[in-house]
């Protein structure tokens, strides 16, 4: 769907244009919330990688496991708790009441954003899978090569869902001022 495409679409939503007062910003917090995160988050692994680039981590070392379960900790803060909770709001509240207000043609926006969340929640359970292999439960602690290969995996992955995350945000920061245009 097109800008002027989706101008026209809210133009023709049910809710007369000067009745169009209420703007739900938390929406744009949220997202900008989880980007925030998934950056923080692309930090840490940063940081790793440095760690097990300039030493070589032993299958004993506790700097291993410490930075392993700091990675851990990130991905369940970012994505098991912040990102979970922005499409709970989503899926469950803000779509099905936007639907009711907006015209069929502006679906696509929807579908686009839904599309957005799957890939999202596709490399996220990736992650998950990685974070284990790295965060062991009998507290070994992978090979220096392997641990590299694993950690630049999480950043490749936490790039793309921050490609997602910012297309979902130029949505709505799209919406918000095409929204503002006509209070």
Not at 16 to 33: C, D, K, L, Q, Y
Not at 54 to 83: H, L, M, P
Not at 171 to 183: A, I
Request: charged residues 25%.
């Amino acid at each position: 769907m097109s800008l002027s495409e989706f101008r026209r679409a809210i133009e023709e939503g049910p809710i007369p244009v000067e009745e169009r007062a209420f703007m739900i910003n938390g929406w744009r917090w949220h997202t900008a919330s989880v980007i925030r995160d998934l950056t923080r988050f692309s930090k840490l692994v940063q940081v790793a990688r440095e760690n097990v680039t300039k030493t070589a981590f032993s299958s004993d070392s506790a700097e291993a496991r410490e930075s392993f379960a700091r990675i851990q900790g990130s991905y369940e803060f970012v994505c098991n708790f912040n990102w979970k909770a922005l499409i709970r709001v989503e899926s469950d509240i803000f779509f099905p009441w936007l639907t009711t207000l907006l015209p069929s043609t502006a679906n696509a926006l929807i579908v686009d954003i839904s599309s957005q969340h799957a890939n999202i929640q596709e490399l996220s359970g990736q992650i998950s899978a990685i974070c284990q292999r790295l965060v062991r439960k009998d507290g070994e602690v992978m090979a220096a090569p392997v641990a590299l290969r694993e950690i630049n995996e999480i950043d490749s992955k936490l790039q793309t869902m921050m490609e997602c995350a910012r297309r979902i945000q130029v949505v709505q920061v799209r919406h918000t001022k095409h929204t503002r245009e006509h209070l």
